[in-house]
């Protein structure tokens, strides 16, 4: 009879643990300490065209994410898990929420999460200082929306060393880069590696 139920008993421990998903720690692929830090550096450029010469410098200034201001979320491996959403609450009290598709047997998004880069179509999960992440994996081809595993880590984003990129200068024949410092300061410091 004992050993009937001591049978029973870790039948139902396995059913329960292939229930379950892996407990992984929850993250971003590349660690949660991030590094911000402002890089400039000038530019002269020079364009010839039809109407003459120009000539434009630019000071370009940026500050970028270390080690990367895209990156995989990682998180618990359960098949059925087709999506992850991740809620970042800010320092100042702000928060952000992005979604991406997951792939449950790696247990890792599908594409990279925006950390950093903010534009006019997009805005990062993170800012300066301690983002607290609360993370929810789902499967997203039921209604409503089935929550496998959820829960929580922290990000840091410490502020860098200022670092300067060496003086360039480029010539270009068309007369609009005179104009474009955008442009320009994106191809400048993608040269000089953001100043590294």
């Known amino acids: ?10 039948l139902g421990a396995i059913a329960n643990a292939a229930d ?8 971003f692929a590349s660690g949660n300490t991030f590094q911000a830090s402002a890089i400039e550096g000038n530019v002269i450029m020079t364009c010839e065209g039809f109407n003459g010469t120009s000539e434009a ?15 995989y979320f990682v998180g618990p491996q359960d098949v059925r898990a087709t999506q992850v959403e991740l809620k970042a609450e800010h320092q100042d009290g702000s928060s ?4 991406a598709n997951y792939d449950g047997k790696t247990g890792k998004s599908a594409t990279t999460f925006n950390l950093w ?15 607290k992440v609360h993370y929810s994996v789902y499967d997203n081809r039921v209604s409503p929306m089935q929550e496998y595993a959820s829960g929580d880590f922290t990000v840091t984003v410490k502020r860098g060393n200022p670092r300067r990129c060496p003086t360039t200068q ?16 994106q191809r400048y410091f993608e040269q000089f590696n953001n100043c590294r």
């Open 1 to 10: 009879m004992l050993k009937a139920v001591s049978i029973l008993l870790l």
């Open 20 to 27: 379950t998903t892996d407990s992984v720690a929850a993250g």
């Open 57 to 71: 410098t630019y000071t370009c200034r940026d500050v970028v994410l270390d080690p990367s201001p895209y990156d």
């Open 96 to 99: 952000r929420i992005k979604m």
């Open 117 to 131: 880069i903010s534009s006019l179509f997009q805005k990062p999960l993170l800012e300066t200082g301690t983002n």
């Open 170 to 185: 480029y010539r270009s024949t068309d007369v609009n880069d005179c104009n474009s410092q955008y442009s320009i300061c």
